[in-house]
C-alpha cells in the first residue's frame, strides 16, 4: 500500500530495478510500437555450409529421391479442375495422369476393409476390380471375347501398318497375351485410347494447346487487323 | 505435435505425396485418432481420394489405425505420428550410409525400400536386380544371388525388419504403433528366388501398346507373400550416433583414441540394448585383443589412452572396475548430453558472439548465478553483461530464477538469479530446428514456383535434345535447339539452381542438428 502510494508518478516494474542492474541514469531501450520487422539485420553473419564429396552426394540423393517419388503411384494428383470449355489436348494430357494410379497395387491384407476403392464400371460392363482375387469364371468368359476383339482389332491395324515384322510382333503379343490371367474391363477403351495416343508423331509433352500463343505474329500481316 | 512440426509434415508430405496426402496428413496430425466419415466430412476431400491417402499414408508407416474405442462395432480409427513423417528428412543419410556399409547393392535395397513404405523381399529383390541390370554395360546382368546376399546381411545386423504383424481388432491396443521387436522380427523366410536382373527393351510402338494393355500381375508366388519388409530406423540411429561419438572423439583428441572408442563400441554393439546408458563394462585385455591390426600399439600405450578418455570432460569413457587390466564403459547418455551442450553453446556463439556464449557457459556450468557474479566471473563490463544477458533472456536461453528471502515475495528482498536448463533449451531449439527447415522448404517452393515457366522450358529442351540424340542428329540440329534457350534465361536458370542446391543442403545440415538434439531428448526421456 506504501509503496503504491509511493509509486505513483514514477516507473514501476515488477521486479526489483536494483538486483537486475538498472540504475536511475540508464535510459532503458525504446518501447516497441509496431512488430518486429520481418527481417532483421542480423549483427553475425551465419557460417557457409559445409561443402564437401559427402555433401554434394548427400543432396544428389535427396533431389534424386523426391523426383523418383513425383513418379510413383504414391504420389496422389488431385483431379485436375474441369476447364470451361473442353479443349483438344485434354485427350493427350489426362491419360498420362492416371496411369501411375492405376498401376499400384497395396497388400489388402495389412489395410483395413473399408480402404478398398472400387473402380466405377464403364461401359456398361460391370467387373470386380479387386485385382489380388483370385479369378472368377464369369470374368474368364469376358476376358476371351475381349481377348478375340482385341485380336480383330489388331489384325485390322496390321493392314494399315507395315508387313512382316508387326506380324511376328503380334505372334509374340498372342503369346503374351494367353499368359496373362487378369485385366481390367476398361482395357480396351484405355488400349484404344493408348495405342492412338502412340501413334502420333508429336512428343506428348511438347504440345501447346496454343492458349498462350497470339499477339506476337504482327510482323508480316498484309492485312490490317479489326 | 507442435504447430512447427506439423508444418513441417505438412510440407514433406506436400512434396513428396502430393497435396491431398498433405491433407489428410495434417488434419489426422491436428485432430488425433478419427474414423473415415470424419476425415471425409471435415477435409471435404472425395471419398476415393481419402481411401487411397490413407492408404499411401498405411504402407509408409506413417499413420495406424486399429478398431475404435467404443467396442467392437465402431469403425476403425486411424492415427497419425509426426515422428515418422520427419523421418523423410533424413532418407538420403539412410541411404548413403547402406551405400558405406554394403555398397551400391545396399544402398538400392534401402531406397526402393524407403521409396515404397515396405515391400516383400522377392519383390525388392527383383526391383533392385532390374534397376542394377539397367546401369551395368549391355549384356551382363545381376544375378538374383547377389542381391539376396546384401538383403541377408542387411537383415543380419538388424537394418532390416519385417513390418510388425496387423494387431487384429483388440480393442485393448494403445496408441503407440506396435512395438518392432517380436519373435519373428528378424527372422528371413525361405524364399525361392533364381533367375537375373531384366533390363528393359527397346520396343516398337505396336509393342510397347500390347505391353500397356497387360498388367504385370502374373508373378509366380516365391514363398513370402504377406511377409513385409521395412527400414528400421532405431538401428541407423544408433549407428549415427556411435558415429557423432567417434568423430567428436577424433576432433578433441586424436585418431588413435577415436579407434579406441571405436572397436568398444563395435564390441558392445549386440550386447548393449539402445537405451542403456552406457555400454557393458569390457576390460582392457579384450579391448587390446580386438584393436585393428593395422594399429599395433603396445598394451602400456593403450592404457594411457585409457587414461586420457577417463580424464577428459566430455567423460566419453569411463571406468567400471579394476579386473582385467581395468574395466571400461563408454558412456552413451552422457556422451549425448554433452554433444547436446556443444551444439547449444556453438548455437549461441554464432547467433550472439563469443562474449555471450562465454557467459552462457558459464551460467551452465555454474548453475545459478547473480547479475553481479555473472559480471565477475565472466571478466566483461557490466554494461555490456546486462545487455548481453538480456538478449539472452529475451531469447529466452536464459531464464531468471527468483529466490525470496521474506514470504512476500517483495522485490528488494529476493535474490534474482540467471540460470540456464539445458534439456528445455534443447527442446526449443529443437522447434527452432523444425522451424527452420520448413522455412527452408517453403522457400524452396517458392523459387521453384516463381521460375515455373523457365523450368518447364528448360525440361522441354532437354527432353527434345535426348530424343534428337538417340535418334542420332547432327551437331548444327543441337547446336539450334540448345540455342533456343537466351544467354540471359541460362544466367537464370543457373542462379536458381544454385539456389535450390543451397536449401536442399542447408536441409540435410540442419538435419543433423535436429538428430543430436532428438537423440538427446530421447535419452533423458528414457531415464528419468
Known sequence: MAGRGGGRGRRMMTFSVEAVGITRGDSLPPSIQQPTPLFPVMEQKPLPLTAGEEEEYLLALKQEFRGAMKSLPCFIQPTAAHRDVERYSDKYHSSEQTEALTDWTPDWKRLPKELRVKKPPRGGVSAAVSRSDKLQSGQKKKKVKEKEEVLLKLETLQKKEEGQSSEDEEEEGEEKKKKQEEEEAEGEEEYDEEEFEEETDYVMSYFDNGEEFGGDSDDNMDEAIY | MTAQEVRLCGLLL??????????????????????LRTIIHETGISLDLVKKSLCVLVQHGACVFRSGRKGAGSPTEYQTCCDRILRILRYPRYIYTAKTLYGDTGELIIEELLQRGHMTMSGTIKTVADRLTQNMEE????????VSSAFFRLVETHFLQRCPPLAGAEPKDSATPAAPSFPDCYKVPHVTLVGRGKRQLAITLLFAALLKFQLPLNCPTHGDEGICWQVNFERFHLHFRDQAIISAVANKLDQTSSEIVRTMLRMSEVTTSPTATCTKPLSANEIFRSLPTSYNIPRPILDQYLTLLIDDPMEFVGKAGESGGGMYVVNMHRALANLARATLESVVQERFGSRSARIFRLLLRKRHLEQKQVEDFAMIPAKEAKDMLYTLLSQNLVQLQEIPKTPDYAPSRTFYLYTVNQLPTARMLLQNCYKTVANLVERRLFESKESKRLLEKSQRIEAILASLQASGAEPEQLTEVEEMITAPEKQQLEALRLHINK??????????????LESYINSTASTS
Open chain 2, 14 to 35: 506436400r512434396e513428396h505425396f502430393g497435396e491431398v496426402v498433405e491433407k489428410v496428413g495434417t488434419h489426422l496430425l491436428k485432430g488425433g485418432a478419427q474414423n
Open chain 2, 139 to 146: 549384356g551382363r546382368s545381376m544375378d538374383y544371388s547377389e
Open chain 2, 503 to 516: 536449401l536442399d543442403s542447408a536441409e540435410n545440415q540442419v538435419d543433423e542438428t535436429i538428430f543430436l
